[in-house]
C-alpha cells in the first residue's frame, strides 16, 4: 500500500467483508490476526446496524504464522458451528496466508471433510485486490454456491425480480433499495425475490431462480447475474435509474422485456409531482451558469446517472467528473487516483461537488452530498431521501437547488 494523504483505498479484503458481511445466516471467517476484524465489525456496525452476517478471525500469534500452523482455523471453525450453526461459512484470506502460502482452498476442503459443514473459501483479499475486486467477487460466489440447481426451481406465480449489486459501501444504498422497490411494485406490480446484499439470507439467494428478471444496479453484478442466466435462464439488465427520463426508460426496458405494461396513472402522477423541482432547478442552472457547473466523483454506475441527470436534464455543466476503479473509466468517466485529484479539487473548485469525504476535505469545505462511503462514515438512518428512482431525483433537485440559490 502506498502513502495517502487523504484515506486509503479500500481492499478487495473490504469489498468482501462489505458485500457478504449483511448476508443473514452466513458467518466470515479470517485466516489472520484478530486486530483488522474487529475494527471491520465495529465499521459495519456503524454501516448496517442490524448486521445479519457473523464475523470472525482465528487469531493467529508469531508463532502460528512464522510455522504455517493451521490448527486455530479448524478450532475457529468448529467454535462457530457449535455456537451459531451458519448454513455457511465463508473463509476470508489476509495477508498471513498470501505472506506463508496457505493453500486455503485445500485447507477448507479438509475442514469441510472432517465437520461436513459448507465452507467456502475466497480468493479476492490479497494485496493486488481493490474494492470492487472483493465486491464482484462477494456477488458472485453467494449465486454460484448457494443458488439452487435451476433443474429443481419453479418461478414464481407473480412477476418478481432480484436487484443485485446494492451494497454498503455507496451512499443511500438502503433508500434507494426501497425507492426501487416501491416503483416497481407500483408501475409493474413486482415484488423482490432477494436484494443482493444490504437485504438477504442465505434462505433468500437459494431462491433467487424462482425469479422473472434481474436488475443488476452495478458493473460488480454482471459477473453474478450470468450466472443466474446460465442456471436458470432469466434474463437481466444493468443500469442505474437516476432522474426522470432514466428512471422511465429504466421501467420501459424491465416492461418491454417481461411483456408488462406500465402504470400511466402512477407515473403521470410521479412525474408531476416531481416537475415542480425540476422545473424550477432548470431555470435556476439557465440563470446562474457560473453557479451550474458540476464536478461529481466516485463509483462509476452512480456518477455515470447523476451525470446524465444534471447534464442532460437539468441543463448543469460538466466540470471535473471521475470514477474510482481503473477497470471501469472511460472517455467520459476516466479513472482518477488521489494524486491526481489533488490537482483538481481545491479551494479553486466553485460549483456543485459530489463525492466523498476525502473530496471535501481537498476542496476545503466542511461536507457535502455523499457517493462513496468511506471508513469514517456512519448510516444509522434507513429512510434519508434517496438519489435513485423519482423521489431521488426529486431530492438530488433540492440538493442542487440549495447550492444554486445559496450564498
Not at 485445500?106 to 472432517?114: D, I, T
Not at 481493490?130 to 467477487?137: D, P, R
Not at 422473472?212 to 450470468?226: D, M, P, Q, T, Y
Not at 402504470?263 to 442552472?285: H, P, T, V, W
Request: charged residues 25%; contains cysteine.
Amino acid at each position: 500500500m502506498g502513502l495517502y494523504r487523504y484515506a486509503p483505498k479500500p481492499s478487495g479484503r473490504m469489498g468482501l467483508l462489505w458485500t457478504l458481511g449483511t448476508v443473514r445466516e452466513a458467518a466470515v471467517l479470517e485466516f489472520g490476526s484478530m486486530g483488522h476484524m474487529l475494527y471491520a465489525e465495529r465499521w459495519l456496525w456503524q454501516s448496517c446496524p442490524g448486521t445479519g452476517s457473523r464475523i470472525y478471525t482465528t487469531h493467529l500469534d508469531e508463532k502460528d504464522i512464522a510455522l504455517g500452523i493451521t490448527k486455530r482455523f479448524f478450532l475457529a471453525v468448529r467454535e462457530i458451528i457449535e455456537k451459531e450453526n451458519p448454513e455457511v461459512i465463508f473463509a476470508l484470506p489476509s495477508a498471513v496466508p498470501e505472506i506463508t502460502g496457505v493453500d486455503m482452498e485445500a485447507l477448507c476442503e479438509e475442514v469441510r471433510y472432517e465437520t461436513g459443514h459448507r465452507i467456502i473459501p475466497l480468493k479476492k483479499g490479497g494485496f493486488h485486490e481493490k474494492l470492487y475486486h472483493g465486491i464482484e467477487e462477494g456477488l458472485y460466489r453467494l449465486v454460484k454456491e448457494l443458488a439452487e440447481d435451476g433443474r429443481h426451481e419453479k418461478k414464481t406465480e407473480t412477476v418478481t425480480y432480484n436487484l443485485i449489486g446494492s451494497c454498503i459501501d455507496l451512499a443511500k444504498y438502503q433508500a434507494d433499495v426501497y425507492e426501487l422497490k416501491r416503483i416497481l411494485k407500483s408501475a409493474l406490480g413486482m415484488e423482490a425475490v432477494c436484494v443482493l446484499t444490504v437485504d438477504t439470507s442465505v434462505s433468500q439467494i437459494k431462491k433467487m431462480g424462482e425469479a422473472h428478471f434481474n436488475l443488476v444496479l452495478r458493473r460488480e453484478g454482471i459477473k453474478a447475474a450470468e450466472i443466474l442466466k446460465e442456471k436458470f435462464h432469466t434474463d437481466y439488465i444493468y443500469g442505474r435509474p437516476y432522474g426522470y427520463k432514466g428512471t422511465i426508460s429504466w421501467l420501459e426496458q424491465i416492461a418491454e422485456k417481461l411483456g408488462l405494461a406500465l402504470n400511466e396513472e402512477f407515473m403521470g402522477s410521479e412525474l408531476k409531482e416531481g416537475s415542480y423541482a425540476l422545473d424550477y432547478c432548470r431555470q435556476i442552472a439557465c440563470v446562474s451558469p457560473q453557479r451550474a457547473g458540476i464536478s461529481i466523483g466516485g463509483n462509476y454506475d452512480v456518477v455515470k446517472g447523476i451525470l446524465d441527470f444534471a447534464v442532460g436534464e437539468v441543463g448543469m455543466k460538466k466540470k471535473y467528473v471521475w470514477c474510482d476503479a481503473a477497470d471501469y473509466e472511460d472517455e467520459c468517466i476516466p479513472y482518477q487516483d488521489e494524486n491526481d485529484l489533488i490537482k483538481y479539487i481545491t479551494k479553486d473548485l466553485d460549483g456543485i461537488l459530489m463525492a466523498d469525504k476525502a473530496a471535501y476535505q481537498m476542496a476545503g469545505r466542511d461536507s457535502g452530498p455523499i457517493i462513496n462511503r468511506s471508513l469514517n462514515n456512519r448510516n444509522f438512518n434507513k429512510y434519508e431521501p434517496p438519489y435513485a428512482g423519482f423521489r431521488g431525483a426529486m431530492n438530488l433537485c433540492s440538493i442542487w437547488l440549495d447550492s444554486l440559490l445559496g450564498p
